[in-house]
């Protein structure tokens, strides 16, 4: 046992974003935790169904798995791992990534936003896109509908490289209408995700994949978002990575953009208008 088949072990078993286990892993090490856990080191009752999981999978099977899918898993140490996930309170155990895996540690600016969005946001998200890849930026978001894929294939068009993380397996296409999009950012770019293949992507699982594009991203524009959104999450989750967060404004009577002036007026993004602007703000709060 080496900490690479412990850790495909662990993050086989345990869903991603879990602070307990990323604590323990990362405190000690995943050799410790495995062997702790196989060796009633843990809670028999409270942590049975995990120990359970963990004795009936082998690491040749779970990596197979990963394989099959033309995937790579990756842990902390390996060439591509992106360290600046480990800022997060629960750091993922592992990840799984397709394409390009040198994307996972360049300069990277988040675009996130609605589902739903106006051809406003449409527009300026792909645009915003374009301006940093032509800066030599990688574009990160969800690779969702709406201004996730406007951002991925703003990026696209420009001829630069974007990772989509995804909240399922990396043999699912999620959204399906996205197929052809996923093939085309892994020619430059990279699919990323916390999830073992197979999986269906769950609503939690999007709130933890949420986090996973603030921690990878050296700063996170919001495009366009209602009031109550998961792309407030993200943006909340890099402000407490003490990452520059940004917001595009839009009409002061549309729905798209509440969740955008929300944000600018409680101070917890800056405002800005042009990719100028947020270069300026992202190199003066580095």
Not at 191 to 201: F, H, Q, S
Request: aromatic share 8%; proline share 4%.
């Amino acid at each position: 046992m080496n900490e690479r088949e412990a850790r495909t072990l662990l993050f086989s078993a345990i869903e991603g974003g879990h602070g307990f286990w990323s604590q323990e892993i990362y405190g000690a090490s995943a050799i410790t935790v495995y062997e702790k856990l196989m060796n009633g080191g843990y809670d028999s009752i409270k942590y049975g169904a995990l120990i359970s999981q963990l004795h009936k999978i082998s690491y040749d099977h779970i990596a197979s798995e990963i394989s099959l899918v033309n995937a790579e898993l990756i842990i902390p140490g390996d060439k591509f791992w992106p360290t600046q996930v480990e800022d997060l309170a629960a750091p993922p155990i592992a990840l799984i990534a397709k394409g390009n895996l040198a994307v996972l540690t360049a300069n990277s600016l988040a675009i996130v936003g609605t589902r739903n969005p106006t051809n406003y946001g449409a527009r300026v998200a792909g645009d915003f896109a374009a301006g940093f890849v032509d800066r030599g930026w990688v574009v990160t978001s969800g690779g969702a509908y709406g201004i996730d894929s406007f951002a991925h294939k703003g990026a696209l068009i420009a001829e630069g490289s974007t990772i989509a993380i995804i909240a399922c397996g990396i043999d699912i296409n999620y959204p399906a209408g996205n197929l052809r999009l996923f093939s085309e950012i892994c020619e430059n770019g990279a699919l990323l995700t916390e999830v073992m293949p197979g999986n269906k992507a769950l609503p939690h699982r999007f709130l933890t994949r949420n986090r996973l594009i603030a921690a990878l991203s050296q700063a996170t524009l919001v495009v366009e978002a209602a009031f109550r959104s998961g792309s407030l999450r993200t943006a909340r989750d890099a402000a407490e990575l003490l990452r520059p967060v940004m917001a595009i404004p839009g009409p002061i009577n549309s729905p798209t953009s509440e969740g955008c002036h929300r944000l600018i007026g409680e101070r917890a993004a800056e405002i800005v208008t042009s990719v100028a602007d947020a270069v300026e703000f992202i190199g003066i709060n580095q």
